[in-house]
């Protein structure tokens, strides 16, 4: 576990001018674990463009005793113990460099169900991220990932906004299906690599080869996930305003800060109408804060009753 008060402490030192082997030796360990807490405590960079992270999770099963497969209620005290689920891997980019990150637990760690080392890389990332985006984020990737990082306490990640495709997707259109390789196989994108139940039961046994092509399985779902995302982003309405993010006072897109809108007509309220625009880059559609009827227009205008 790594302890909040000495990894800040760490720092201080290390920016005060001490180096790394002077505080491994102060504080008998090794020199890595001296980095590791210095990675943990690492200020949130200050950019002026908001660091998007794409990203997904694959966690093991779950092992508990039944009396039987038709209709059953597993209670909670049915788990075996130390046989809850772990995280085997998980895989990240950021949205504008091509790079792919990812970590995946040992055939030892696997067998011992620990992933405590495998978690801080995506814990920094994380960190460091203005918005995330996963497929089933709010209600899978984001909170199993907290309930990971309180067990080890680790402290809660900076603030950051999700983008959470199924969500959007299921919002927006009335598909058969909306998970990630049914959407992407409709809108001939990057499909899913093949999987089985098989897989998983060889990675909780340690197995490299599985754990290797888990990886892999992992990698490839953060591509599909952005050409997804990259798809149905012109669509989204509650995408996060990036031109929050960047200091710049000039008109541009909310969704990828281009400067290229065109004017094409109204967004009309119950009370106002406002000029929209449509961005040349993304198509986008985005709206000026600003209402575009008369003062007199406002005073004079009736509204429906709410009820």
């Given at each position: 576990?790594?302890c909040?008060?000495k990894?800040?402490?760490?720092?201080?030192?290390?920016?005060?001018g001490?180096?790394?082997?002077?505080?491994?030796?102060?504080?008998?360990?090794?020199?890595?674990?001296?980095r590791?807490?210095?990675?943990?405590?690492?200020p949130?960079?200050?950019s002026?463009?908001?660091?998007?992270?794409?990203?997904?999770?694959?966690?093991?099963?779950?092992?508990?005793?039944?009396?039987?497969?038709?209709?059953?209620?597993?209670?909670?005290?049915q788990?075996?113990?130390?046989?809850?689920?772990?995280?085997?891997?998980?895989?990240?980019?950021?949205?504008?460099?091509?790079?792919i990150?990812?970590?995946?637990?040992t055939?030892?760690?696997?067998?011992?169900?620990?992933?405590?080392?495998?978690?801080?890389?995506i814990?920094?990332?994380?960190?460091?991220?203005?918005?995330?985006?996963?497929?089933?984020?709010?209600?899978?990737?984001?909170?199993?990932?907290?309930?990971?990082?309180?067990?080890?306490?680790?402290?809660?990640?900076?603030?950051?906004?999700?983008?959470?495709?199924?969500?959007q997707?299921?919002?927006?259109?009335?598909?058969?299906?909306?998970?990630?390789?049914?959407?992407?196989?409709?809108?001939?994108?990057?499909?899913?690599?093949?999987?089985?139940?098989?897989?998983w039961?060889k990675c909780?046994?340690g197995?490299?080869?599985?754990?290797?092509?888990?990886?892999?399985?992992?990698?490839?779902?953060?591509?599909?996930?952005?050409?997804?995302?990259?798809?149905?982003?012109?669509?989204?309405?509650?995408?996060?305003?990036?031109?929050?993010?960047?200091?710049?006072?000039?008109?541009?897109?909310?969704?990828?800060?281009?400067?290229?809108?065109?004017?094409?007509?109204?967004?009309?309220?119950?009370?106002?109408?406002?000029?929209?625009?449509?961005?040349?880059?993304?198509?986008?559609?985005?709206?000026?804060?600003?209402?575009?009827?008369?003062?007199?227009?406002?005073?004079?205008?009736?509204?429906?009753?709410?009820?």
């Amino acid at each position: 576990m790594i302890c909040t008060d000495k990894a800040r402490q760490i720092r201080t030192m290390v920016d005060s001018g001490i180096c790394e082997n002077e505080l491994a030796r102060l504080y008998g360990v090794r020199e890595d674990t001296i980095r590791r807490y210095l990675d943990f405590s690492k200020p949130k960079p200050k950019s002026k463009a908001p660091k998007i992270l794409l990203f997904d999770i694959e966690t093991s099963t779950v092992w508990a005793r039944l009396w039987g497969i038709r209709k059953q209620h597993v209670g909670h005290y049915q788990v075996i113990e130390g046989k809850e689920w772990f995280t085997i891997s998980w895989s990240a980019m950021w949205l504008h460099d091509g790079k792919i990150m990812s970590d995946c637990v040992t055939p030892k760690q696997a067998l011992m169900r620990n992933d405590e080392s495998v978690l801080m890389g995506i814990w920094n990332l994380i960190n460091e991220a203005d918005i995330t985006i996963a497929h089933n984020a709010k209600r899978f990737d984001v909170r199993k990932l907290n309930g990971r990082f309180v067990i080890l306490d680790l402290p809660k990640p900076g603030s950051f906004e999700i983008i959470d495709t199924l969500i959007q997707a299921q919002k927006q259109f009335a598909f058969t299906s909306h998970k990630l390789d049914y959407l992407n196989t409709l809108f001939s994108l990057r499909k899913k690599d093949p999987t089985d139940f098989d897989l998983w039961i060889k990675c909780e046994e340690g197995d490299q080869e599985s754990l290797d092509y888990m990886l892999q399985y992992n990698q490839s779902d953060v591509i599909a996930l952005k050409e997804l995302y990259l798809k149905i982003r012109p669509w989204m309405t509650s995408h996060p305003n990036l031109a929050l993010y960047v200091d710049d006072e000039e008109k541009m897109c909310t969704v990828c800060m281009s400067k290229r809108l065109t004017r094409e007509g109204s967004y009309h309220t119950v009370a106002s109408s406002f000029p929209e625009f449509r961005c040349n880059d993304c198509t986008s559609l985005v709206r000026s804060r600003f209402s575009e009827t008369s003062k007199g227009k406002r005073r004079n205008l009736l509204v429906p009753i709410a009820r």
